[in-house]
């Protein structure tokens, strides 16, 4: 189980141990975001903090309609008690945990501030 914790601005917030592949690990906060569909995003100064190697571009669609170019990086993060390879969009925003981390779990969030947030694996 991955327990976080709802903070004053009603976001699901998680902590997570990220790093790049064989470096140092940096524990981060993320909000979980059911809107975004991949794994999570960093800021380019967490990037750089990370030193993660850029893996190639991509690009999004927002809700308003426009079109976004990023980099995205290979990364590895522990969840559920082993490191997995993850795949981080870079944007200028909190840390996003996105759908694609969430895949085959379930979620279950005490909306309230201080609420708890809980991510169990789901039976295969």
Known sequence: MIEGRVNARLEATLYLDVQRPGGRTRTIEAVVDTGYSEFLTLPADRVGELGLT?????SARLAD??????????????WNGQAIAVLV???ETTPLVGMALLEGHELRI????????LIDPLPA
């Open 89 to 91: 969009d870079e944007a």
């Open 110 to 117: 005490e909306v309230r501030t201080g609420g708890r947030v």
């Open 54 to 58: 850029r893996k190639h571009r991509g």
């Open 65 to 78: 309609g426009s079109e976004i170019a990023f980099d995205v990086y290979d990364a590895e993060l522990f």
